[in-house]
């Protein structure tokens, strides 16, 4: 979201940056007082109201109560994230924790992803989301293994290195030389393509070549296509939403319903989707979701070789650290990359 700053001068500039800062930092309303205390300015306490009326007028600030101090409106948020912020580099002990901590973790890309969002939580005592998407990633092998007289299984094995399998009914005898046919069709027509171009016309289009074994040869290419189906959904990690019912900004009932949201996968997309249009973060209401009106999320994609493969989000209140949390989850998804990099091989 775009917020517009023209007619602001330097000094609110520096106004509204003191007040977002201490906000985050104490969680109290900030008075002229203490900003006459904190700010060099030369400027009299008088003056410094006058100033944070405007910026309240503007919609930058908001004023609890009557008496109170002023707080940051999400507008005034996204100012300083858009252009007042510095971010902080992530400390040395806490880059050494986090790669420790990946390395252990990373045999796979599932059990990388898991523990990703596992270390960040713990360190940002926020929720914490990872997703990984399989639809542009590559058929690398299609095994089928017999599980009974009538079922067998379809192994799928990905660029991601990820496995995906399906068991799958027929009414014919399954045999060895019928999986080692299926397996030798399917490896034909689909190996090292891409899983979302597994689509049904495709599929039909393999069916009639077949038309001596089509009941046969459908049941196969059916669970099949069922598989890829399945694989080309993103899958997300959820990990530290209990995190989210200890923050005094957000209550209990608003808590509950944010992680009953985080574990929704096309809630997920959407809001990350919209993070990644708003220079990677959305502020409260922002986000168009009731559940995350008092909440903001902080995200970012991760690629390897430039290819991206999915994305890292941190949720927790909107009197949240962005300097420091935007620069851990830029230092995530950079790892992410670079570790899934090694285990892939690519």
């Given at each position: 979201?775009?917020?517009?700053?023209?007619?602001?001068?330097?000094?609110?500039?520096?106004?509204?940056?003191?007040?977002?800062?201490?906000?985050?930092?104490?969680?109290?309303?900030?008075?002229?007082?203490?900003?006459?205390?904190?700010?060099?300015?030369?400027?009299?306490?008088?003056?410094?109201?006058?100033?944070?009326?405007?910026?309240?007028?503007?919609?930058?600030?908001?004023?609890?109560?009557?008496?109170?101090?002023?707080?940051?409106?999400?507008k005034g948020y996204r100012l300083y994230i858009n252009e007042l912020m510095n971010k902080k580099s992530v400390p040395a002990q806490a880059r050494k924790f986090i790669d420790d901590f990946l390395e252990t973790n990373s045999g796979?890309?599932?059990?990388?992803?898991?523990?990703?969002?596992?270390?960040?939580?713990?360190?940002?005592?926020?929720?914490?989301?990872?997703?990984?998407?399989?639809?542009?990633?590559?058929?690398?092998?299609?095994?089928?293994?017999?599980?009974?007289?009538?079922?067998?299984?379809?192994?799928?094995?990905?660029?991601?290195?990820?496995?995906?399998?399906?068991?799958?009914?027929?009414?014919?005898?399954?045999?060895?030389?019928?999986?080692?046919?299926?397996?030798?069709?399917?490896?034909?027509?689909?190996?090292?393509?891409?899983?979302?171009?597994?689509?049904?016309?495709?599929?039909?289009?393999?069916?009639?070549?077949?038309?001596?074994?089509?009941?046969?040869?459908?049941?196969?290419?059916?669970?099949?296509?069922?598989?890829?189906?399945?694989?080309?959904?993103?899958?997300?990690?959820?990990?530290?939403?209990?995190?989210?019912?200890?923050?005094?900004?957000?209550?209990?009932?608003?808590?509950?319903?944010?992680?009953?949201?985080?574990?929704?996968?096309?809630?997920?997309?959407?809001?990350?989707?919209?993070?990644?249009?708003?220079?990677?973060?959305?502020?409260?209401?922002?986000?168009?979701?009731?559940?995350?009106?008092?909440?903001?999320?902080?995200?970012?994609?991760?690629?390897?070789?430039?290819?991206?493969?999915?994305?890292?989000?941190?949720?927790?209140?909107?009197?949240?650290?962005?300097?420091?949390?935007?620069?851990?989850?830029?230092?995530?998804?950079?790892?992410?990359?670079?570790?899934?990099?090694?285990?892939?091989?690519?």
């Amino acid at each position: 979201m775009e917020v517009i700053s023209i007619g602001l001068s330097q000094r609110k500039r520096k106004i509204l940056s003191a007040i977002v800062e201490s906000y985050i930092e104490n969680g109290e309303p900030v008075s002229s007082k203490n900003l006459c205390n904190t700010l060099n300015l030369g400027v009299s306490s008088a003056t410094l109201r006058n100033e944070m009326a405007e910026l309240t007028e503007f919609g930058y600030l908001e004023q609890p109560h009557t008496s109170a101090g002023r707080v940051p409106s999400y507008k005034g948020y996204r100012l300083y994230i858009n252009e007042l912020m510095n971010k902080k580099s992530v400390p040395a002990q806490a880059r050494k924790f986090i790669d420790d901590f990946l390395e252990t973790n990373s045999g796979t890309p599932e059990n990388l992803l898991s523990a990703a969002a596992n270390v960040l939580a713990d360190i940002t005592k926020c929720a914490v989301v990872t997703t990984i998407c399989s639809n542009d990633a590559k058929i690398n092998s299609i095994n089928l293994l017999k599980t009974g007289d009538h079922t067998a299984m379809i192994v799928v094995c990905l660029s991601t290195g990820m496995v995906k399998s399906k068991i799958f009914k027929i009414s014919a005898r399954v045999t060895e030389a019928m999986l080692k046919l299926f397996s030798s069709i399917l490896n034909e027509n689909f190996l090292t393509l891409p899983v979302s171009s597994v689509t049904l016309s495709a599929v039909k289009d393999v069916l009639l070549g077949f038309s001596d074994f089509s009941d046969i040869i459908k049941e196969m290419l059916k669970a099949f296509w069922e598989l890829c189906q399945d694989v080309s959904k993103k899958e997300v990690y959820l990990e530290g939403q209990t995190n989210l019912l200890f923050f005094p900004d957000v209550n209990s009932y608003e808590a509950v319903n944010t992680i009953n949201l985080l574990k929704e996968v096309n809630s997920v997309d959407q809001i990350f989707l919209k993070a990644h249009e708003n220079q990677n973060a959305l502020i409260g209401k922002e986000s168009n979701c009731d559940e995350l009106a008092n909440s903001s999320v902080i995200v970012n994609k991760y690629c390897v070789n430039g290819q991206e493969f999915g994305s890292i989000g941190v949720v927790g209140p909107m009197r949240m650290d962005y300097g420091a949390l935007m620069s851990y989850v830029d230092y995530l998804t950079l790892t992410i990359g670079n570790l899934l990099g090694d285990i892939l091989e690519i």
